[in-house]
């Protein structure tokens, strides 16, 4: 069994920053991609920003140039930084990873989320 855990998450002014984390842990073999979804209250879940095992990354236009995602492979973790936030953030962020367990069965695993709010 592997888990994802976020945290980071809270309450920031408009133009502010906040940093993310997602470490996973359990019965992983490897890593393959990760990545940052988030969702508003009755709106689909929407990807941001993926980060492969060797480091290319992806993002969605609406956070590029702000949010900047990266990882920690010796940790199992991934990150976001996320600069010069704005109101329209204020979403709940989930992480996922693409994980080879120690079955070598492959898996896509979800976190439980972290609220971000920002404050205009």
């Known amino acids: 069994q592997v888990q994802l855990v976020e945290s980071g998450g809270g309450l920031v002014q408009a133009g502010g920053s906040l940093r993310l984390s997602c470490a996973a842990s359990?019965?992983?073999?490897?890593?393959?991609?990760m990545n940052w979804y988030r969702q508003a209250p009755g709106k689909q879940r929407e990807w941001v920003a993926g980060?492969?095992?060797?480091?290319?990354?992806n993002y969605v236009d609406s956070v590029k140039g702000r949010f900047t995602i990266s990882r920690d492979n010796a940790k199992n973790t991934v990150y976001l930084q996320m600069n010069n936030l704005k109101p329209e953030d204020t979403v709940v962020y989930y992480c996922?990873?693409?994980?080879?367990?120690?079955?070598?069965?492959?898996?896509?695993?979800w976190g439980r989320g972290t609220q971000v709010t920002v404050s205009s």
């Open positions: 996922n990873a693409d994980v080879t367990d120690s079955s070598l069965e492959k898996y896509i695993y």
């Open positions: 980060i492969t095992s060797g480091g290319r990354t």
């Open positions: 359990g019965k992983i073999f490897s890593i393959n991609s």
